[in-house]
């Protein structure tokens, strides 16, 4: 008979914070996790790969919004003037959700329960949905930034 010892060893613990470009606020993985209830089962380094990944991602959608209030003058988030009706921090708010929401969706299709049997294939497609429903969230987080409308509507 032999054992093997699942779980031993030290865990990794989350990094303090990852820092951004410097225009962007740095993101934290502790309130990552508390915001998106993530237990130990995603692992440090999976966390901070899926939130880099969401950071530059998230940072690429923004890049030229990001350069015209640079040539505006605004060094970093912090010197970007939000409208009068914003609550304070409303921009890094938003960057946080859109970061939160895209790792998170990343992570969700990466940990699809392992079984064979039908409980799994629908715990699997309702993270699935919720996957969908996080990207949607990152993508009108992104346009609340821009200062555009969340749904874009066409006669055919």
């Known amino acids: 008979m032999s054992l093997i010892a699942a779980g031993t060893g030290t865990a990794l613990a989350d990094p303090e914070t990852l820092e951004n470009n410097g225009f962007w606020p740095a993101i934290t993985p502790a309130d990552f996790?508390?915001?998106?209830?993530?237990?130990?089962?995603v692992t440090a380094p999976?966390?901070?790969q899926a939130l880099q990944v969401a950071m530059a991602d998230v940072n690429r959608q923004l890049a030229d919004w990001q350069a015209k209030r640079q040539d505006g003058g605004a060094a970093t988030l912090?010197?970007?003037i939000a409208p009068i009706w914003a609550l304070p921090n409303h921009y890094a708010l938003l960057y946080r959700r859109a970061v939160y929401a895209t790792a998170h969706a990343?992570?969700?299709?990466?940990y699809r329960d392992v079984?064979?049997?039908n409980e799994s294939d629908e715990r699997g497609e309702?993270?699935?949905?919720a996957a969908d429903d996080l990207r949607r969230d990152a993508r009108w987080a992104v346009a609340e930034i821009e200062g555009r409308d969340h749904?874009?509507?066409e006669l055919i």
């Open 33 to 41: 996790r508390e915001a998106t209830r993530l237990d130990g089962t």
């Open 46 to 48: 999976r966390l901070v």
């Open 78 to 80: 912090g010197d970007v």
């Open 106 to 110: 990343s992570l969700l299709e990466r």
């Open 115 to 117: 079984s064979a049997t």
């Open 126 to 129: 309702a993270k699935d949905e």
């Open 151 to 153: 749904t874009t509507v």
